[in-house]
T-cell receptor, first 118, second 115 residues
Framework: AQKVTQAQTEISVVEKEDVTLDCVYE???????LFWYKQPPSGELVFLIR??????QNEISGRYSWNFQKSTSSFNFTITASQVVDSAVYFC???????????????FGTGTRLQVTL | EPEVTQTPSHQVTQMGQEVILRCVPI?????FYWYRQILGQKVEFLVS????????KSEIFDDQFSVERPDGSNFTLKIRSTKLEDSAMYFC?????????????FGDGTRLSIL
């Protein structure tokens, strides 16, 4: 069974601070995929980033970066120079790499509410 | 950019009534999903659909739930006899192809309120 844990329930930062959102996952699969989604106050779910389990290279995309460490089963997400518009709930999610033709589901964490203030 | 569209945005229904939530996935996508999010909680998987049949369903998706793709574009979730605990935000999602690493794209959700 898959499980995603986001231990931080809520984080509050002042604009321009860097913030890291933690995600720890459990899976028996050797190949899997990890995602971060953002849910702003308007309620929609917005895809942000994904990472394959066989690629541990960490990347930066604009103000977003992520740190994937397979040894500790962690997939942390950092926002650099946070802005008020970053205020949202952020969900980490895990998907198995199933056989072709199988619609693998996403298992979500409980989310971290990020509040960025002026 | 193509997007998943869901209607209605808010549905208010009396307990025991049937409700149908509608979704139009992105046109070239092959995989379709329903998730729900009870207020303030995490997003939970309900069902996945591929090649005109259910691929997987969760424990939540009991006999009161059904899904259909009645034509080439719509994907519906029906709840036959709604209960108070069905009140939640329901998200439809679709995914393009065969690789699980492709992201699921979500609609804006339908807020279902059972009275």
């Amino acid at each position: 069974a898959q499980k995603v844990t986001q231990a931080q329930t809520e984080i509050s930062v002042v604009e321009k601070e860097d913030v890291t959102l933690d995600c720890v996952y459990e899976t028996r699969d050797t190949t899997y995929y990890l995602f971060w989604y953002k849910q702003p106050p308007s309620g929609e779910l917005v895809f942000l980033i994904r990472r394959n389990s066989f690629d541990e290279q960490n990347e930066i995309s604009g103000r977003y970066s992520w740190n994937f460490q397979k040894s500790t089963s962690s997939f942390n997400f950092t926002i650099t120079a946070s802005q008020v518009v970053d205020s949202a709930v952020y969900f980490c999610a895990l998907s198995e790499a199933l056989n072709t033709g199988t619609a693998s589901k996403l298992t979500f964490g409980t989310g971290t509410r990020l509040q960025v203030t002026l | 950019e193509p997007e998943v569209t869901q209607t209605p945005s808010h549905q208010v229904t009396q307990m025991g009534q049937e409700v149908i939530l509608r979704c139009v996935p992105i046109s070239n996508h092959l995989y379709f999903y329903w998730y729900r999010q009870i207020l303030g909680q995490k997003v939970e998987f309900l069902v996945s659909f591929y090649n005109n049949e259910i691929s997987e369903k969760s424990e939540i998706f009991d006999d009161q739930f059904s899904v259909e793709r009645p034509d080439g574009s719509n994907f519906t979730l029906k709840i036959r006899s709604t209960k108070l605990e069905d009140s939640a935000m329901y998200f439809c999602a679709s995914r393009e192809g065969l690789n699980s690493n492709q992201p699921q794209h979500f609609g804006d959700g339908t807020r279902l309120s059972i009275l």
